[in-house]
């Protein structure tokens, strides 16, 4: 969730650090992270998955680099980067999450978050105030 949450706060034009302009982009995210986890399970199931997927993908990049970058590391360490490479590869590629971790668990979580967005303003604003 994070790293999608990163994603869309850095694409776009956020450079604008005034406070009304993150008051925007919090108000924004809470949008759409209320518009896509007010789907049903079925969809935020696709979500995870997707997202399971772009970090299992970024990951195997990331060791095929180390990898490449380290030609001359042991063959023991090569031959077990290799052996992680393809167990991220293999063709078991379905959702794994802990079993006490539904779609439905993920959407609740994710709902409230997106809806306490809008008062984080408001939270820092009286941290600042009290902090004066």
Do not use: C
């Not at 450079?15 to 993150?22: E, F, L, Q, W």
């Not at 999450?97 to 779609?103: G, K, L, S, Y």
Request: aromatic fraction near 8%; avoid cysteine; hydrophobic fraction near 45%.
């Amino acid at each position: 969730m994070v790293k999608a949450v990163d994603h869309w706060l850095d694409s776009g034009d956020n450079n604008d650090a005034t406070p009304a302009a993150a008051k925007q982009r919090l108000l924004d995210l809470s949008a759409r992270l209320s518009a896509l986890f007010s789907q049903g399970d079925n969809r935020v199931s696709e979500w995870m998955y997707r997202q399971q997927q772009s970090a299992r993908a970024a990951k195997v990049r990331a060791l095929h680099a180390d990898m490449a970058a380290n030609t001359d590391a042991p063959d023991y360490w090569q031959k077990a980067l290799s052996d992680v490479i393809n167990a991220n590869i293999g063709s078991d590629q379905s959702l794994k999450m802990p079993d006490d971790f539904t779609a439905s668990s993920m959407r609740q979580l994710l709902l409230t978050f997106a809806q306490s967005l809008p008062v984080w303003e408001k939270l820092w604003q009286a941290q600042r105030a009290k902090s004066a």
